[in-house]
């Protein structure tokens, strides 16, 4: 990282509600496992860009709310 370069803070764009459940259970999944972790703050803050898989394959709830492929 360059000295002279400035932290960025985005906004979080708005995701449809299957898209912020999955998002939402990958994150928690991550954190379990020590990928990630939580901070109070930073001055450098992206938003989650959700992209689709080429397959066409979505993720929706089933019978049983979990998150299955379709």
């Not at 370069?5 to 954190?31: F, G, H, I």
């Amino acid at each position: 990282m360059e000295e002279d370069s400035k932290p960025s803070r985005d906004a979080q764009r708005k995701l449809n509600p299957k898209m912020k459940e999955v998002v939402r259970a990958e994150v928690l999944k991550l954190l379990d496992v020590g990928i990630i972790y939580p901070i109070s703050y930073s001055k450098w803050v992206s938003p989650v860009q959700v992209v689709p898989k080429k397959s066409g394959i979505t993720v929706v709830k089933n019978e049983k709310n979990e998150l299955v492929p379709t």
